[in-house]
């Protein structure tokens, strides 16, 4: 065997007979022999190095993948770019492949021919793959009471282990162990962020969803305002709702507008607010705040009342105080108790 090709194809058959578990006789009395070598494990995009020792006796060697030819000796067989030549001595045989990729995974051989035996080392090269989320659910708008169902799923070698919890509001706990989070009913309090996580012994990848659950507007109760005749008067109303409601002001059945007879209506957000700039006679009466999205609507109704200017007790009430109606009256009977007290002391002074 002069010939180096005839000698790899042969080692190859050589080898091919030995994986199907088939006697390999070489010629003579020549011996051959198989060894395993550990897993080599390597991330995606990384460089493996796959090295076997030779001996100062070794005639012919040659590295293949599965059951072709990479290297034999320093002739390169392989056309993968990738794939080079690291060492070739008396002591070893070292080729690298460069930017290792999921289908190198796989069984490599180093076959070794001396005068009186063939060696064969095989290496298995297992390939990790970062985790990637390859399908997410888009952000998404339910109404309450839907039924929402979120999915994660995600590519990765081994394996991700794909799991989902609430990030935002942090109060919530609401976790699952898998590639679905389901929420049956979904109530105002769940809408939040939500985070699928997939993770390996590799790395973890991370993203997030929104949901928002939309709900009718909810009004807090109004609160009765009185207001001395000629001074500003402010009502409010407060409203619960996603989307973010729209208000109407009504007096009786009379809708009210902005800009309207000295009368400002200011959104913002949650709160409404209607200002009389100066309240007069005719101002004071019922109003109702309608709050409206397009789930549905709530209204509540304020009172604008009068109060009396104090005249005998300026001085410890100060004059045009804008209160709401419950601490107007209690500041008026406050008044009276102290103007009574001080009569009774001065009486019994004298
Ligand atoms: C090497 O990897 C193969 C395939 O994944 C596996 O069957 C074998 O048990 C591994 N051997 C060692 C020593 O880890
Ligand atoms: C090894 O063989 C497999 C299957 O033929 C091939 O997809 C892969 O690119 C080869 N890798 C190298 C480094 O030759
Ligand atoms: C939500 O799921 C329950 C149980 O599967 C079902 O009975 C109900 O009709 C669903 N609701 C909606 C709004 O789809
Ligand atoms: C409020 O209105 C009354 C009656 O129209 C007027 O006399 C008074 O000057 C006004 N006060 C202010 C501060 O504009
Ligand atoms: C104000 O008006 C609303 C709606 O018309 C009514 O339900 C409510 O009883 C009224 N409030 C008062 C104090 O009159
Ligand atoms: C206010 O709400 C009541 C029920 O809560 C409804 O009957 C009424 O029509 C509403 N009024 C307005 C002006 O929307």
């Known amino acids: 065997m002069k010939n180096p090709l005839c000698w790899v194809i042969l080692t190859g058959v050589a080898f091919l007979l030995i994986q199907q ?5 070489s010629q003579g009395d020549s011996q051959s022999d198989n060894k395993v070598m550990d897993n080599i494990t390597v991330r995606q995009g990384e460089t493996v190095f796959l090295s076997c020792s030779q001996g100062d006796v070794v005639t012919h060697s040659a ?11 320093e002739d390169k067989w392989s056309v993968d770019p990738r794939v080079s030549l690291v060492t070739l001595n008396q002591d070893e045989f070292t080729i690298k492949i460069e930017n290792v990729d999921m289908t190198d995974e796989g069984q490599y051989i180093c076959a070794v021919q001396t005068r009186s035996r063939a060696t064969t080392t095989s290496v298995h090269v297992i390939v990790q793959v970062p985790p990637k989320i390859t399908s997410l659910s888009k952000d998404i708008v339910v109404n309450e009471g839907s039924n929402v169902s979120l999915v994660c ?4 070698k081994p394996d991700p282990s794909v799991s989902w919890k609430i990030i935002s509001p942090a109060a919530q706990s609401l976790t699952s162990e898998d590639e679905f989070l389901e929420i049956p009913s979904v109530s105002r309090q769940r809408a939040g962020t939500y985070e699928c996580t997939a993770m390996n012994d590799v790395a973890t990848d991370v993203q997030t969803v929104e949901l928002t659950v939309n709900y009718a507007p909810t009004v807090s109760d109004g609160k009765d305002v009185g207001v001395t005749l000629g001074q500003q008067g402010v009502l409010q109303c407060e409203a619960d709702a996603v989307p973010p409601a729209d208000f109407e002001w009504y007096r009786d059945d009379r809708r009210i507008f902005n800009g ?11 709160l409404s607010k209607l200002t009389f700039f100066n309240v007069s006679e005719g101002d004071y009466g019922n109003y109702t705040c309608v709050a409206i999205n397009k789930l549905g609507s709530a209204n509540t109704s304020v009172v604008l009342f009068e109060v009396i200017e104090p005249t005998s007790s300026t001085l410890l009430q100060g004059p045009g105080a804008v209160q709401d109606g419950n601490s107007a009256s209690r500041a008026g009977h406050t008044s009276t108790c102290l103007l009574v007290l001080l009569a009774l002391q001065l009486l019994l002074k004298f």
């Open 21 to 25: 578990g088939l006697p390999v006789y």
């Open 63 to 73: 590295w293949l993948n599965r059951s072709s030819i990479m290297y034999a000796g």
């Open 260 to 270: 309207f007879d000295g009368i400002e209506i200011e959104d913002s957000g949650a």
């Open 153 to 156: 799923s995600a590519s990765g």
